[in-house]
């Protein structure tokens, strides 16, 4: 029996799909069986962030309407064999389902899966509702601002009326030159605000917006930032230890001669 | 015949008649004595000018419509005017909420944004009350963690109470009908352990180890409230 890990954030525009995506991504790189569920019905993304989206045939709406089968409607990813989709309805909206029907389909997915990723639409309404009722864990995604960080905790005050308990924190885009000069709230100020577990800090970093273009999740860039950042995140939430990164980006030989100089 | 206890007793005071009801019979047998009293052997003392009654039904507990008959009875003599009716008991609900009402409750949590904490009487919170949550009172409001929301003491209109936190950063403050926020009276908020409180219609916040000087009163047990 798998695990349903809703991420959420209620705040749109934090990266609760790229989240889901490269997390999506990293567990099955590391050998986990992954379905990814876009609850985001009628604004669907995910999908185009995979690069996915020619590939639909069937969707959620068309599961919980009984137009086909589960098994016809997920994509398997070609580039992993362990990782499948299960693309949102484009033409449909939120009410074309109920927490019910979702909460059914995550079941019946946890069943062959070891992680059922659930991407939840921004908002607190019915989308937020089905996005939750299946999941045994959440992550909040939320980033170092103080309109995201007030979401995000409007977010945890429901997610603790759920059956899925105490949320894990993942904060993203984070500008570390900012942070140190106090122009951004702190990694320390959000996570005494919110006051849950820290799951992960995720650098802010021009490859993620490339490679969500490309359709290929920044995960599979070895090279980038965002990327061992979201390979750490899936490493913790199959029980490692791993500790957090630096945030500083990397100094080159120039900046450090001129920090010896005094030049700054 | 055996003289059998008067079930009902009517005894005049000042402010008018009182009944005094026997608690330990049953109620018919109390409702049947109140009819012959009202209706056939008390017509003297029953007519004349309007007057105040009071039902004092001891350690009997009446439901509503108990209460409604008996109303009725007494109502049969137009110059008979209910003033109250009065038990010794109360069901254990009334009484629990009675209890909580007027007792200081204690909560374990972060009231996080959009969450909102209501209370009768006087509130200890365990917990932070983050921006956009919402704490209030009827009573105090002491928090023991860190105020950055929204707290109202007072909502009933008690002016003298207080709202106490150890780490005092809210949004917003109300104590009964005055609204402040930081930056207006009381910018010099340092964010440690204090407490706002109105004097002549203004709220200020002062440290801590100013309370005995400005509420000594708050120290002392308050018993039946």
Not at chain 2, 55 to 82: A, D, F, M, S
Not at chain 2, 139 to 167: E, F, P, S
């Amino acid at each position: 029996m798998g695990i349903g890990i809703v991420v959420t954030s209620g705040k749109g525009g934090v990266g609760k799909t790229t989240t889901s995506a490269n997390l999506g991504t990293a567990l099955a790189l590391m050998d986990q069986k992954v379905c990814m569920v876009d609850t985001d019905i009628g604004l669907r993304n995910l999908d185009v962030v995979m690069g996915l989206e020619n590939r639909i045939i069937y969707d959620l709406v068309d599961v919980t309407e009984g137009s086909c089968r589960l098994q016809q409607a997920l994509i398997k990813d070609k580039r992993f064999e362990n990782l499948s989709l299960l693309p949102a309805a484009q033409t449909k909206d939120k009410t074309a389902v109920t927490p019910e029907q979702i909460e059914k389909i995550v079941t019946e997915l946890k069943r062959d899966f070891d992680y059922v990723i659930i991407d939840c639409p921004a908002g607190i309404e019915q989308g937020f509702r089905n996005a939750v009722a299946g999941a045994d864990q959440a992550i909040v995604v939320t980033t170092p601002e103080k309109a995201a960080v007030r979401d995000a905790d409007r977010i945890i005050g429901l997610l603790e009326r759920e059956k899925v308990g105490m949320p894990k924190l993942v904060i993203n885009r984070v500008r570390s030159h900012m942070m140190k000069n106090g122009d951004m709230l702190d990694v320390e100020d959000v996570l005494d605000l919110l006051a849950i577990d820290l799951l992960g800090v995720v650098p802010d970093d021009e490859h993620v917006i490339k490679s969500a273009n490309q359709g290929e999740p920044v995960v599979m860039n070895h090279e980038a930032r965002a990327s061992i950042a979201y390979r750490n995140i899936a490493r913790r939430l199959l029980g490692e230890a791993v500790p957090l990164m630096k945030l500083e980006e990397k100094q080159g030989v120039f900046s450090r001669m001129r920090k010896f100089f005094g030049l700054k | 015949m055996t003289t059998v206890k008067s079930k009902v007793t009517i005894k005049g005071t000042k402010d008018g008649l009182v009944f005094l009801m026997d608690d330990t019979c049953s109620f018919d047998d109390l409702v049947a004595d109140l009819r012959e009293k009202i209706e056939h052997s008390h017509q003297q003392i029953l007519s004349g000018p309007l007057i105040r009654v009071s039902v004092k039904l001891g350690k009997r507990y009446c439901t509503p419509e108990q209460q409604e008959l008996l109303t009725q009875i007494i109502r049969q003599r137009g110059n008979l005017v209910i003033h109250l009716i009065e038990s010794d008991v109360i069901t254990r609900e009334e009484a629990i909420a009675e209890r909580l009402k007027s007792r200081f409750s204690v909560r374990v949590n972060t009231v996080r944004s959009g969450q909102v904490l209501d209370f009768d009487g006087d509130l200890l919170l365990l917990g932070d009350v983050n921006p956009g949550g919402i704490v209030r009172c009827t009573g105090n409001i002491y928090v023991m963690g860190h105020l950055r929301g929204y707290a109202h003491a007072g909502i009933t209109g008690n002016r003298d109470v207080i709202i106490a936190a150890a780490v005092m950063n809210p949004t917003q403050l109300r104590i009964a009908d005055i609204v402040s926020k930081p930056g207006e009276e009381w910018a010099n908020s340092f964010g440690g352990t204090e407490f706002a409180y109105l004097e002549n219609d203004t709220m200020l916040v002062a440290k801590m180890n100013y309370l005995p000087r400005i509420r000594p009163e708050l120290g002392e047990c308050k018993l039946g409230d």
